[in-house]
Every structure is written in C-alpha cells, then in structure tokens.
C-alpha cells in the first residue's frame, strides 16, 4: 500500500556535520572534530540545532569550528534555556502545590524533568510549556483550581479537549508560560495509546527545590519519545531531539529494544515503535549496533532521507511518502486498526472545521 518514495540526493554537508556531531556527543569513541570534508561555516549547522532543539548536544563537539560570534550565539542560547527552564520547573512548583490542595492525581511528562531523568540536567534543551497527564474525570477540575495562579484557558474550542485529549492554559508576565493539560497522548492520524491512565500508575519522582514532583516513570518514558517522533514526522515538523531521547535510553542494554517493542505492542503502538527505531537507526546505527527490530516500517525510505526528515523537514526537496500510507504502515497492515484510525481522523477533521474554520493537514 505504500506508494514508491524518492530516495532523494545525498545528505548535504551541514546535515553530515549535525549527524557526526550528535554521535560525538552521544556515542562514546566517536571521532573527534568535524564531519570529514566539512569546510563551510557553521552557520547552517547552528540553524538545523536550534530548530531541532539539539544545540547544547552538538556544540562541544564543534567548538573550535565555531566563530567568536557563533560561540557567543551558543553562550547566549544556554543561558536563554536556563532562564526559560528555571521558570517551568519553579511554575511546576506551584501546579504541583494547587493540585496536591484539590487530590488531583497528575504527573509531568517531557520538559525540565525528563531531561533530568534522561540525560542528568534540568537544562540540555529549552521547553516551550509544562505538560501535565491526568486522568479525564479530573480535567475541569484542574483546569478551574489552576485559575488561582493566575492560568486561563487559550484553547476555547471543544475540537481540543474532544479530539486532541488536552487543553492550553496560558499565564502572562515577563516570562508567560503554558501549561497543556493531557489525557490523551497522541494526536489523530497516528495510533494512540490503548491506556493513557496506565501512564499514571507507575512515576518517578524528581526532587527539586527540596519538593519531589512526580513525572512519567523512566520505563515509560520511550514510548512517549515515539509517539512525538511519529507526531512530529505526520507534522513535517523537526523531531531529533526526541530520537536523542530515544536512543540514551535504549542505548547500553541489547535487551532494551525487545522491552520497548512488547511494551508498545501492549499498547498498540507496534507500528510506532518500529518507526521510532528505524528513526534512530538513521541517526546513530553507523557507530553503534543497529537497533532496527521486526518488520521494516517505510522500507522504500533510505536512512538517507529519513534523517533528512527528521532535522530538515522544510527542505523543498524532500519527497514525503502519503499520510494514509505512513497511518497504514504504522497500523502493521491491520485493516482494523487503520479503519478506525481513519475514522478519528475524518472525524477531527469535521470538528476542526466546524470549531475552527481550519483543516488539518491533507492527507497526501
């Protein structure tokens, strides 16, 4: 059912240094400096770090490529990332107090904390919001004790809440943050989990500030890195970082794959799992052990041009393989689950228009 995909012209030479740069970085014994062959600046490189949110990952290992006035555009981001990510974990801080006061049973996922719980820092890479996952019988309630800091709601439309399973609060100031409010985990056109709650019932707790916050348990936390990787590559939109995530955490343990796959298969998301590795084989497998498991997922797709949809998803000369297609592979072939797939799918699409006048992205 998949539609014949250009394989496409070779990785350019700035995405060939963003590549050996993440493997210095994140692969032990790698070699050092830049990619072979490299000459050009790195202005180029920079811009597919920033819009992949990898910067602080790749800098070190480009530092004497880098300008005096591109390390102090590095220096500048890392600071600009403290800043931002020391107000989400302080405002965490407070969403944490407001709902233990209404017995609220919630934990974080992704931003400052799972950057703690994955790579040992509150700050590898800046966040834009505090995602919070919570059981949907306990939605309004939150959403109505938060207004005491201050959050009112930016997501209006019944579309969000119904179909997307969350909900923006937004707070101004000097430093306005957001925080999304989730009970469902993935958005329609992919498969979603079968049990968000169970999300729930496992956590690790983080300490900061002297308070431990509860987050998404490390277990879980890879699954969650694959379905941003999907969601992000159904929104054309840059996804390294969560294949960074993806890859520390599997990495060092040959039984971590099969774990990850069972644990996928649990919840459906066979397909998306599949997916996630083949997006971190492409990325990493040439200094490391392939971690490509089970049937191939977008087969007609080089690594090639896999990576270059990962860190340069606006580039005009990427050939996309169809929505409905890259929805079937994900299903694994099962007529069931992309029927009813689809169907979420038409039905947010219906809703989006109807709530907002705007349409989701076609399905090509």
Known sequence: MLSAIQRGPPIRAELQTVVHALRQHFAPGAPD???????????GVLRIAIANKILLYISEPLRHRLSPSERAAVAAYKFRTFQINSTLLRESLAVFATLEAVQT????????????????????????????????????AAAKSLEALNYRSASTSLWWR??????????????????????????????APRRAS??????????????????????????ISAISIAKGLYN?????????????????????????????????????ALLALRAVTALFAKDNQPLDRGPPVL????????????????????????????????????RTQYAKEVARALASEAALRLFEGRRLPEQN
């Not at 490390?218 to 699954?223: G, K, S, V, W």
């Not at 007609?300 to 041009?305: P, R, Y």
């Open 299 to 334: 087969a007609n797709i080089s690594d090639e041009t896999l990576t270059r949809m990962i860190l340069t998803p606006d580039d005009p000369e990427l050939v996309w393989p169809m929505r409905r297609d890259v929805l079937w592979e994900l299903c694994l072939g099962q």
């Open 236 to 272: 054309r939109e840059a996804t390294a970082a969560h294949v960074c995530d993806l890859f520390v955490l599997l990495q060092g343990d040959l039984a971590a794959p099969a774990r990850f796959l069972a644990t996928a298969a649990d919840q459906g998301l066979g397909g998306t």
């Open 33 to 43: 400096g830049p990619a072979p062959g490299y000459a050009g600046d790195c202005s």
């Open 105 to 140: 049973p919630f934990i974080y996922m992704k931003g400052p904390l799972q950057q703690r719980l994955v790579h040992g820092d509150f700050f590898t890479r800046p966040v834009a919001d505090i995602d919070v996952l919570l059981p949907r019988r306990h939605h309004r």
């Open 162 to 191: 119904l179909f997307l399973g969350e909900e923006h609060l937004v707070k101004t100031g000097a430093f306005p943050t957001t925080i999304d409010l989730h009970y469902r985990l993935q958005q329609p056109g992919s498969p």
């Open 198 to 223: 169970q999300y729930l019932e496992m956590i690790d707790e983080i300490e900061f500030s002297g308070t431990q916050l509860p987050c998404l348990s490390r277990h879980n936390i890879p699954l």
